[in-house]
């Protein structure tokens, strides 16, 4: 089992920067692919970013709308992914929703259906 805890949502003013956490623990060794989605109200949930364990194939990927404002990073140890980060900068409202951590096995990287472990999701509420 793989157990994902965000961290670091909350209200800030358009233009502003926050930064999520995501703590993995247990078998993470055996998951290769971390991602952030988000989902706003009345609208499903999308893919923001992604990133593979430091000795799985693969690369970042973005989605186009936070291409550039956006980075993801992890910290890992014997190639085991231990916390995942979103550094968001200049935050838009449109960026408001609720964002979840989210583990894959592989696949494509945004399809929701290809991930099989999920946190519990941080509220993130970007005003103008």
């Known amino acids: 089992q793989v157990h994902l805890v965000e961290s670091g949502g909350g209200s800030v003013q358009a233009g502003g920067s926050l930064r999520l956490s995501c703590v993995a623990s247990g078998y993470t060794y055996m998951v290769p692919y971390m991602a952030w989605f988000r989902q706003a109200p009345g609208k499903s949930r999308g893919a923001v970013a992604r990133i593979p364990a430091p000795d799985a194939p693969g690369s970042i990927f973005y989605a186009d709308s936070v291409e550039g404002r956006f980075t993801i990073s992890q910290d890992s140890a014997n190639n085991t992914v231990n916390t995942v980060y979103l550094q968001m900068n200049d935050l838009k409202p449109e960026d408001t929703g609720i964002y979840y951590c989210?583990?894959?096995?592989?696949?494509?990287?945004?399809?929701?259906?290809?991930?099989?472990?999920w946190g519990q999701g941080t509220q993130v509420t970007v005003v103008s």
């Open positions: 989210a583990a894959s096995y592989g696949g494509s990287w945004s399809s929701p259906e290809r991930y099989d472990h």
